[in-house]
């Protein structure tokens, strides 16, 4: 859609128009009533006065706002420029002016046909501009409306991203905490199996290394016992029987006896752990395994 051009823009590019046969003679602002044309008001250009566009802009707007102040409705003028020795206008430009006044019953028309539709057509021409003033303001106050809802939602949006941020960074650090404290106890768990199985070989070594019996023999025995035992239960079926086969029943017998009640105190362990580990999930803490593996 072209631009609309104001007439200040028009009377400018009139009074330096190149294409124009000569410089500009004479602007001259006329009424039109249908296919007729009454001169309002004519500007003759000279020598002796400059002319600014916006002057003669305010000017010629001026005259046909005062023209038209009585009239209803919406009247059409033509403003029409002379250039060089022409005697006809080589440049029009026609505009309207509306005259807001409310009908106030003092417009007089006649009794013919004429003046009958004359005051049908006044009718009907105030009758749209009340329609228009209205849905313009209807328009304004939908225009506010969404611009504040908007507003509003946009505000609400933002609200809602910083609280779900504040939410995800609580989660965030309420795993690692989780983690944090879980991986603790692993590695006290692991600390403390260790120190328990130096501690079992403790009398061994120190009897060992100071050549005499340090602490009962038969505690030192213990632990070596527990120790064989313990790495026939890592093994497999084959080995432990081939082991046996070479012990020879004597010694097979209590050593496997042996074997059993400490896979007997192995498997309640574990049940134990697994039982203290169901508690941990129930109440919301992660073991460290499980969140290695990637269970909820």
């Known amino acids: 859609m072209a631009k609309r051009k104001s007439l200040d823009a028009w009377i400018n590019d009139a009074l330096v128009d190149p294409d124009k046969d000569g410089k500009i003679t004479m602007m001259s602002l006329v009424h039109m009533v249908a296919a007729q044309q009454q001169e309002i008001h004519c500007v003759k250009f000279g020598s002796d006065k400059t002319w600014e566009a916006s002057k003669l802009a305010e000017l010629f707007r001026g005259k046909a706002e005062a023209f038209a ?3 209803p409705g919406t009247q059409m003028f033509m403003l029409m420029a002379w250039y060089g020795t022409s005697t006809e206008p080589q440049s029009k430009q026609p505009f309207s002016v509306s005259v807001a006044a409310e009908p106030n019953g003092l417009y007089t028309e006649a009794p013919t046909e004429q003046g009958k539709l004359q005051m049908k057509m006044r009718w009907e021409e105030t009758h749209l501009t009340q329609i228009f003033r209205r849905q313009q303001v209807l328009d304004d106050y939908t225009l506010r409306l969404i611009e504040h809802q908007s507003k509003m939602l946009a505000e609400a949006q933002n609200e809602n991203r910083d609280a779900f941020n504040i939410v995800k960074e609580m989660m965030r650090e309420k795993i690692t905490d989780d983690h944090t404290r879980a991986m603790e106890r692993l590695t006290y768990e692991r600390s403390s199996t260790e120190r328990k199985q130096l501690l ?9 290394v100071f050549g005499r019996e340090i602490f009962p023999q038969s505690t030192a025995d213990t ?13 497999d079926d084959k080995a432990v029987i081939q082991i046996a086969a070479m012990l020879g029943p004597t010694v097979a017998g209590p050593l496997m006896n042996r074997l059993q009640q400490i896979a007997a105190e192995k498997a309640a362990d574990k049940k134990e752990r697994e039982a203290l580990a169901k508690t941990d999930h129930a109440n919301g803490k992660m073991r460290p395994e499980d969140d290695a593996a990637g269970e909820a």
Do not use: I, R
């Not at 079992?200 to 060992?208: I, Q």
């Not at 632990?223 to 064989?228: D, I, T, Y």
């Open 69 to 71: 102040q009585d009239l």
């Open 200 to 208: 079992k070989f403790a009398p061994a070594l120190a009897n060992t």
């Open 223 to 235: 632990a070596l016992v527990e120790a064989v035992a313990e790495a026939l239960m890592q093994a």
